[in-house]
């Protein structure tokens, strides 16, 4: 299942360097996450790292997007193929 920063996102810039998959970017008012490349860091971590270091926890897991933690490895394996990770 990708995240999704919500609502109380303070624009504090922290997460978009800890994802592996580069999957954070600024968005028109606050960050957001590309779900096509979140794999809540499964294959990396073994927490999803914007979560851990996000001072006003403000990324929830996005039900619009839900994946097992076996469709999450396939999707890593995806984008480290086409070189998409870091
Ligand atoms: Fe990136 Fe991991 Fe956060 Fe997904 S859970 S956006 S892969 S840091
Ligand atoms: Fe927003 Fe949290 Fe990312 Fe900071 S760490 S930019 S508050 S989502």
Do not use: W
């Not at 001072?55 to 076996?70: A, K, N, R, S």
Request: aromatic residues 2%; hydrophobic residues 35%; proline residues 10%.
């Amino acid at each position: 299942m990708s995240l999704k920063i919500n609502e109380l996102c303070v624009n504090c810039d922290v997460c978009e360097p800890v994802c592996p998959n580069k999957a954070i970017s600024m968005g028109p008012d606050i960050y957001i996450i590309e779900a096509s490349l979140c794999t809540e860091c499964v294959g990396h971590f073994d927490e999803p790292q914007c979560v851990a270091v996000c001072p006003v926890e403000c990324i929830d897991p996005d039900p619009e997007h839900p994946e097992t933690p076996q469709q999450l490895l396939i999707k890593l394996a995806g984008l480290q193929a086409k070189g998409a990770t870091r």
